[in-house]
């Protein structure tokens, strides 16, 4: 993993060296360098790893032709969902608002998904869904959450083989701050999912510091 993506001027100048006569064996490089071998391996080691290079055994080194941006970005895509999931916080489509208030509290999260009986995904329930409901005369005790949630097909899901880049552009796209992460079933039939975990703006932005210390 590469620390820096800014280079030394001595990487500059492999980079430059590869552009020009790519596919070039590392040996001809410090040739052209007046160096050694063994003194250009840690340069070509950090611009392979980094992606500024492609290594080809036998053939020699290639310019990836991708800019530093395009690197980031490819290094983004690789952040993925499965790695950072959380643990989903599930409650029954049976449970009350004041049940939902209760977990929302006791499990210090901002968004409830709710499962049928049979376990599979039926909806979504955020704060403000909570609060909505107790605006109404109507005592939260005797109100069940399928009535105020945001209900299949309309929830938003992501696989645990996303790129978090994805789940970021969905979070900001539906203006929702959770995401569940689903496996596809069947059940009598239809498509159904279970509920593996649970993607918020927290993981998108524990991704993001993890990346800066790349
Ligand atoms: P908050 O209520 O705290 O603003 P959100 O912005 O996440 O939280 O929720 C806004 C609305 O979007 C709510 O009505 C909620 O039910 C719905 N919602 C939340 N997450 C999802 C999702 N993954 N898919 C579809 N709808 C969602």
């Known amino acids: ?23 070039i064996t590392g040996e001809q490089i410090a040739e052209k360098l007046n160096l050694t071998r063994a003194t250009l391996r840690p340069d070509l080691a950090i611009l392979t ?10 053939v020699g080194y290639f310019y990836s032709g991708k800019s530093a941006p395009q690197l980031l970005g490819d290094l983004a895509r690789k952040k993925i969902v ?6 989903p916080v599930v409650l029954k489509e049976s449970s009350s608002v004041y049940d939902a208030v209760c977990t929302l509290f006791l499990e210090d ?7 049928n009986d049979k376990g599979y995904l039926a ?31 309309n929830i938003v899901t992501c696989f645990p083989e996303d790129s978090i880049l994805e789940v970021a552009k969905k979070l900001i796209n539906y203006q929702i701050d959770s995401i569940p992460v689903v496996k596809e079933a069947m059940d009598e039939g239809k498509p159904v999912f279970e509920v593996l975990g649970r993607v ?6 524990k991704a993001y510091v993890e990346l800066a210390g790349e």
Do not use: C, H, W
């Open 109 to 115: 999260v901002g968004t409830l998904y709710i499962v």
């Open 82 to 87: 499965k790695d950072f999931k959380a643990l």
């Open 1 to 23: 993993m590469v620390r820096n993506i800014e280079l030394s001027k001595r990487q500059d100048l492999i980079l430059e060296i590869v552009k020009d006569e790519g596919p």
């Open 200 to 205: 918020t703006k927290t993981t998108v932005t």
């Open 123 to 153: 909806g979504v329930v955020s704060r403000k869904d909570l609060l909505r409901a107790m605006l109404g005369k109507q005592k939260i005790e005797d109100i069940p959450v399928n009535i105020i949630m945001t209900r299949m097909p």
């Open 49 to 58: 790893m980094a992606g500024y290079l492609d290594a080809r055994p036998r």
